[in-house]
């Protein structure tokens, strides 16, 4: 895929201080330094989904976390501490925070996004087989909005090149933004962690009893 610098750059100005409060000026200094290496080669090492594919921002957005982690040489459970410092900085909260999935018409919102993203790899048959493969079903569920994935294309490049112990960072980022929404996603199984499939069921977080 094609090198885009700004990610790298804007999240690194969140992620310096909980890193520096953790591992400490000279170690942070030094994983940012070569994790935005690492970051620019992860990136051309990986297959193009199309430079305007709705979903491309979550490769861009992904690979920071990863390539600073591996870069640093970051157990996992430390490296999550990182991301839950960075997900709570009152910026990232705000920008993140742009749905209710309480709101009958914010699920819609929601929903009706998901179904653009799969028209435009439908549209783009050249990305297709290379992009998320969205399943929608609206019997599997009375409550909320459900698809699947068979296809990942952060799994595939985890598998292939030595990230798949550090995968489950990003899995863990999609809970934490549907909370930021007022929701919960429900989920049973990952392809990350040898599952058949990524499900994703998202219900507000004032549902009782969902189904």
């Not at 952060?154 to 995968?167: C, P, S, T, V």
Request: charged share 30%; glycine share 6%.
């Amino acid at each position: 895929m094609k090198y885009k610098g700004i990610y790298f750059s804007l999240f690194s100005l969140f992620l310096i201080k909980p890193m520096m409060k953790k591992f400490g000026k000279d170690k942070t200094k030094e994983s940012l330094q070569k994790g935005r290496i690492l970051y620019r080669e992860m990136l051309e090492s990986t297959e193009d989904i199309g430079e305007k594919n709705p979903m491309a921002h979550n490769i861009y957005s992904a690979y920071v976390f990863l390539a600073v982690c591996r870069a640093g040489n970051f157990s996992v459970e430390d490296f999550r501490e990182i991301i839950a410092a960075f997900m709570d900085n009152p910026f990232i909260r705000k920008a993140m925070s742009s749905i209710d999935f309480n709101k009958e018409t914010d699920m819609k919102k929601f929903a009706y996004r998901m179904h653009k993203a799969e028209e435009w790899a439908e549209t783009h048959p050249e990305y297709q087989d290379k992009t998320w493969d969205f399943h929608f079903d609206e019997k599997q569920h009375k409550d909320g909005f459900y698809y699947h994935f068979t296809r990942c294309p952060l799994e595939k490049f985890a598998r292939e090149h030595g990230y798949l112990d550090l995968l489950p960072l990003c899995c863990d980022i999609d809970h934490i933004a549907v909370e930021r929404n007022k929701g919960v996603l429900h989920r049973e199984q990952t392809l990350a962690t040898g599952g058949a499939i990524c499900d994703y069921w998202f219900v507000g977080n004032q549902t009782k009893n969902p189904h």
